[in-house]
């Protein structure tokens, strides 16, 4: 399957966006998809990730409590919310998936990389 991110944008510190992560074909219940992002000159960050059977979910360090990631069968989607947004929120977020445990972190683990949407975040 191919996966694209959309809903990226600018917004003011203290604000939300909704990141969606559609899927060209069916989601296995053994896939975990998730959500990296990466901002210039530093390396790509693991965000959120849910498996789409378990509904499981795990957040990155930086961003639990502010985002939450859930998924939509019917429409093959994943979804990102991101609330309190700070200025170092600011990169192009991608998702991925994997066959397997929600809790892998690293982005060599992930197939399927689909283009990034931009998200900027200012003070």
């Known amino acids: 399957v191919q996966l694209q991110a959309s809903g990226g944008g600018s917004v003011q510190a203290g604000g939300s966006l909704r990141l969606s992560c559609a899927s060209s074909g069916r989601i296995f219940s053994s896939t975990s998809v998730a959500w990296f992002r990466q901002a210039p000159g530093k390396e790509r960050e693991f965000v959120a990730s849910i498996n789409w059977g378990s509904r499981s979910t795990f957040y990155g360090h930086s961003v639990k409590g502010r985002f939450t990631v859930s998924r939509d069968p019917a429409e093959n989607t994943v979804f990102l919310q991101m609330n309190s947004l700070k200025p170092e929120d600011t990169a192009v977020y991608y998702c991925?998936?994997?066959?397997?445990?929600?809790?892998?972190?690293?982005?060599?683990?992930?197939?399927?990389w689909g283009q990034g949407t931009l998200v900027t975040v200012s003070s």
């Open positions: 991925a998936a994997l066959t397997g445990s929600p809790y892998i972190t690293a982005p060599s683990d992930y197939r399927n």
